[in-house]
């Protein structure tokens, strides 16, 4: 397969964004990456400054921004926050409105195959508001009928976030130091095993439709790709 595939990432600053922005970057068959995002991150690695293009954009006023989202034949969505950091009404902004509208420019300009970061029982009926903003985000992307779109269930994210989060922290420790040893695809994903995942489904079919994966078909995602370096 020739590298001539343009990838668009959104939520490229968070630590899910960053993992997979690092794996696109080395892989060969991505030509070029767009950032769309709030502000300008700047990268001292030449690899990043010669294969991205940076394009800041308001998402609450994401309308006036279609062609931010042109020249991409790829999407990769990783934008989320949590409601102890944004609050509930702040929360469903980002993990709804802000997908939701970043999808819907995708799709008009002409995005095939929209990669979406979701979460492991993300469910539009649940009693709870994570996994039920969650859920109904893919509801809607579902019905927007992009030629392919990838939906990614991962379990607990183990990550050595920059931001400070002593509970999420601590649960990592205790989780690394049992379950994680005995049975590692059964609560938790290894952020860059997430990221490996990403970056490789997209060639690793030519399927179209929709297609959700939980943890055990990220698990053997990653290792595919590992594999075959």
């Keep these: 397969m020739s590298n001539d595939h343009v ?12 993992a997979l922005l690092k ?21 001292s690695e030449n690899k990043y400054k010669e294969k991205t293009e940076q394009r800041q954009v308001d998402f609450d006023k994401i309308d006036d921004y279609l062609d931010a989202f042109r020249g991409a034949d790829i999407h990769f969505c990783c934008l989320g926050t949590t ?3 944004a609050g509930a009404e ?14 819907r420019l995708a799709k008009q300009a002409g995005c095939r195959h929209f990669h979406l970061l979701s ?5 539009a009926h649940s009693l709870f508001l994570y996994t039920q903003v969650k859920g109904q985000t893919e509801t809607a ?11 990614y269930r991962p379990a607990f994210l183990m990550v050595d976030r920059e931001e400070n989060r002593p509970f999420e922290r601590f649960a990592q420790t205790v989780i690394r130091n049992t379950v994680q040893r005995v049975a590692p695809e059964l609560i938790t994903t290894p952020i860059e ?3 490996r995942a990403m970056c490789y489904n997209t060639f690793t079919t030519n ?8 943890n055990h078909a990220i698990f053997r995602l990653a290792g595919q790709q590992q594999s075959s370096e």
């Design 193 to 195: 095993v997430l990221a």
């Design 207 to 214: 399927q179209s439709g929709v297609e959700v994966l939980n």
């Design 23 to 43: 794996e696109l970057i080395k892989h060969p068959q991505y030509k070029k990456i767009i950032l769309v995002g709030r502000r300008h991150v700047d990268y």
């Design 83 to 85: 409601k102890g950091k």
């Design 119 to 123: 979460s492991q029982g993300a469910d």
């Design 141 to 151: 992307l579902t019905q927007m009928s992009f030629d392919r779109l990838s939906i």
């Design 90 to 103: 702040g929360f469903r902004r980002v993990d709804f409105d802000y997908i939701v509208g970043a999808a």
């Design 7 to 18: 990838a668009l990432v959104t939520g490229y600053t968070g630590e899910s964004g960053k």
